[in-house]
């Protein structure tokens, strides 16, 4: 049983164990919103649901993942209570109405504020990013961008490790075709044998 009884170890815990995922969390809350203050608005909602639930948290296990699942579980919420409001418009279905010539003159949906990311990944990777399902794009985050492990990514998202490893392969090849024509005119090459 790990229910903590004072507050004293309340806030132990949430300085020790809590408080150093921030910077993983808002770079988790960034690629679900795509906007700085809804990232903010979104890591401040998770500590505050994490705070609430401490009681339920179990000292010395994986907090990043736990911390993740909260807040997986509040965006997951929140989009399909903004998904029940009539009368908007998604710029993303829009978006899939033009045609490819003129979509590459659309600046990328997502703005890698982070300096670490920009570092990780370009304009062509974070457009081919945005083009993925949010299934795809939140394991291909967690795991080639955040480096979770697989068993971490299935306890976040709330699915099978089976179904982490088919959204990664699946998602990866999906970028790996979208990326094709960027690829080979910059050299790139991809010397595996292809299926006949």
Partial sequence: MV???????????????????LDALY???FHLTYDEAGAEDLVQDTIE?????????????????????IMRNHFINDYRKRAR?????DFED????????ESQNIPSLVDWDDAD?????????????????DDFRMVIILNDLLDFKYEEIAEILGVP?????????????LLAKDL??????????NNRKKDS
């Fill in 3 to 21: 229910l903590m009884a004072t507050n004293d170890v309340r806030q132990r815990v949430f300085e020790s164990e809590f408080l150093p995922e």
């Fill in 27 to 29: 770079g988790f809350a």
């Fill in 49 to 69: 649901r994490a705070i609430k639930a401490i009681d339920q948290y179990r000292q010395g296990t994986n907090a990043k993942a736990w911390l993740f699942t």
């Fill in 85 to 89: 409001r009539p009368n908007t418009v």
């Fill in 94 to 101: 829009v978006a899939a109405l033009i045609p490819d010539t």
């Fill in 117 to 133: 990311l920009q570092n990780m990944v370009g304009d062509e990777l974070s457009a081919a990013m945005n083009r993925l399902s």
């Fill in 161 to 173: 490790i089976g179904t982490v490893r088919s959204r990664l392969f699946r998602a990866r090849n």
């Fill in 180 to 189: 094709q024509d960027y690829a080979a005119a910059n050299g790139f090459t």
